[in-house]
């Protein structure tokens, strides 16, 4: 008996001495051990606090900035300045990221961060990212598993995530859904929702109203055309899948996350959970649209995102290349956050740059009278706008 628990004794410790050493190993070795072999080979940078990285900096950084950023709201400026200032400025870069800021005037324009115990490398030199990609197709650079484990319940498998083979069969099932005759027939679905928010623009003014949420505005509108396109003009559960995703958006991206350091899941369960409570709902309101949709007998012919989706993986199907249902939902969900989020932040600055800038407004109003006369615009005429384009 006595020899037993000796040996139970012996091997809850060793246990325990192997975990410690793993959380040693993973949290403090292995870190610093690339920290110093990265700077040794000439990448310098902030110097990471294992195993937070440089989380604690990024935040004191972003909430001085935003103090500053206060203040200068105190005197009822209204449009996008830099921190500490009034006056209106093109410097996003100081403003949005204000630790970037700071670290490349510090450290130059290469250099390395860290979040957790996950080193990463900031570029803002064309030349040196010119250089590191010249090679880049003999070489399998790859996703940071960080950020693929992390981003998982908004991407899942999708054309984001999935990397080489898979990536290249993704990419084949989905590329002629975007084809610009597929596009054009989905232009006047995009030109009556616009339409619409602009009729509610010319309302609110007419009314007296002083202020309207231009950000916010263009975010419901690119949401809704996305909807639209993606899955027709009668499913409901588009706009239920928007509103989803972009409160799974904001958890995913929340400043206060400990992105890369080691078990900070456990320590802090709370928004990922929510995350993954979403993630769960999404996928079952996307799964119920796919699989109704691909047992419907005009679920392919429709010419909406979805359906030519469906279309081109029953011919790859047939070549060996089919999704799965589960992919499927994925790249759906990919469709809904590319879709409105780059469109929405594009056209938000852009109208932000024409606000500085009358005398724009006035160039991009006259090549349109003499593009489209005084008829609506159509796609066919989206060609003739050269300065739009720009």
Same mark, same amino acid.
């Given at each position: 008996m006595?020899?037993?628990?000796q040996?139970?004794?012996?091997?809850?410790?060793?246990?325990?001495?192997?975990?410690?050493?793993?959380?040693?190993?993973?949290?403090?070795?292995?870190?610093?051990?690339?920290?110093?072999?990265?700077?040794?080979?000439?990448?310098?940078?902030?110097?990471?606090?294992?195993?937070?990285?440089?989380?604690?900096?990024?935040?004191?950084?972003?909430?001085?900035?935003?103090?500053?950023?206060?203040?200068?709201?105190?005197?009822?400026?209204?449009?996008?300045?830099?921190?500490g200032?009034?006056?209106?400025?093109?410097?996003?870069?100081?403003?949005?990221?204000?630790?970037?800021?700071?670290?490349?005037?510090?450290?130059?324009?290469?250099?390395?961060?860290?979040?957790?115990?996950e080193?990463?490398?900031?570029?803002?030199?064309?030349?040196?990212?010119?250089?590191?990609?010249?090679?880049?197709?003999?070489?399998?650079?790859?996703?940071?598993? !960080?950020?693929?484990?992390?981003?998982?319940?908004?991407?899942?498998?999708?054309?984001?995530?999935?990397?080489?083979?898979?990536?290249?069969?993704?990419?084949?099932v989905?590329?002629?859904?975007?084809?610009?005759?597929?596009?054009k027939?989905?232009?006047?679905?995009?030109?009556?929702?616009?339409?619409?928010?602009?009729?509610?623009?010319?309302?609110?003014?007419?009314?007296?109203?002083?202020?309207?949420?231009?950000?916010?505005?263009?975010?419901?509108?690119?949401?809704?055309?996305?909807?639209?396109?993606s899955?027709?003009?009668?499913?409901?559960?588009?706009?239920?899948?928007?509103?989803?995703?972009?409160?799974?958006?904001?958890?995913?991206?929340?400043?206060?996350?400990? !992105?890369?350091?080691?078990?900070?899941?456990?320590?802090?369960?709370?928004?990922?959970?929510?995350?993954?409570?979403?993630?769960?709902?999404?996928?079952?309101?996307l799964?119920?649209?796919?699989?109704?949709?691909?047992?419907?007998?005009?679920?392919?012919?429709?010419?909406?995102?979805?359906?030519?989706?469906?279309?081109?993986?029953?011919?790859?199907?047939?070549?060996?290349?089919?999704?799965?249902?589960?992919?499927l !939902?994925?790249?759906?969900?990919?469709?809904?956050?590319?879709?409105?989020?780059?469109?929405?932040?594009?056209?938000?600055?852009?109208?932000?740059?024409?606000?500085?800038?009358?005398?724009?407004?006035?160039?991009?109003?006259?090549?349109?009278?003499e593009?489209?006369?005084?008829?609506?615009?159509?796609?066919?005429?989206?060609?003739?706008?050269?300065?739009?384009?720009?």
């Amino acid at each position: 008996m006595g020899v037993l628990f000796q040996v139970l004794v012996v091997s809850i410790l060793t246990a325990s001495l192997y975990m410690i050493w793993r959380i040693l190993f993973s949290c403090w070795i292995s870190p610093a051990g690339a920290y110093l072999k990265l700077k040794k080979n000439g990448f310098g940078g902030p110097t990471p606090n294992f195993p937070l990285g440089n989380h604690k900096e990024i935040k004191n950084i972003s909430r001085k900035a935003a103090a500053a950023a206060a203040a200068a709201s105190s005197t009822n400026i209204t449009t996008f300045s830099s921190p500490g200032t009034s006056e209106i400025s093109n410097d996003i870069h100081s403003s949005v990221f204000p630790y970037f800021s700071q670290w490349q005037k510090s450290h130059g324009k290469v250099f390395i961060y860290w979040l957790g115990t996950e080193p990463f490398l900031y570029i803002a030199d064309p030349e040196f990212l010119k250089q590191m990609s010249s090679g880049v197709m003999g070489k399998s650079w790859g996703k940071p598993e !960080v950020f693929k484990h992390d981003r998982e319940p908004m991407f899942g498998n999708g054309l984001v995530m999935v990397e080489g083979d898979e990536w290249v069969r993704h990419r084949h099932v989905i590329t002629p859904a975007f084809s610009p005759a597929n596009l054009k027939a989905m232009s006047s679905l995009m030109v009556e929702s616009t339409t619409k928010m602009l009729d509610k623009w010319a309302a609110l003014i007419n009314s007296g109203s002083q202020e309207i949420d231009v950000e916010r505005e263009i975010t419901a509108t690119a949401g809704e055309i996305i909807a639209k396109t993606s899955f027709g003009i009668s499913c409901e559960n588009g706009s239920k899948v928007f509103e989803k995703l972009r409160a799974m958006q904001i958890t995913l991206f929340k400043s206060n996350r400990y !992105v890369g350091v080691p078990f900070s899941k456990l320590v802090f369960p709370g928004k990922t959970m929510e995350a993954k409570k979403l993630g769960k709902e999404i996928d079952a309101l996307l799964l119920t649209i796919v699989t109704a949709r691909k047992n419907s007998n005009e679920g392919c012919g429709q010419k909406d995102l979805l359906g030519l989706l469906l279309q081109e993986n029953g011919v790859d199907g047939r070549l060996g290349k089919k999704l799965t249902t589960r992919e499927l !939902v994925d790249e759906c969900k990919t469709f809904f956050f590319g879709g409105h989020e780059t469109t929405a932040l594009a056209l938000s600055w852009t109208l932000l740059l024409l606000a500085m800038h009358p005398e724009w407004q006035n160039q991009l109003r006259e090549e349109i009278r003499e593009v489209t006369g005084d008829k609506e615009i159509d796609f066919t005429k989206l060609a003739g706008l050269k300065k739009v384009r720009c």
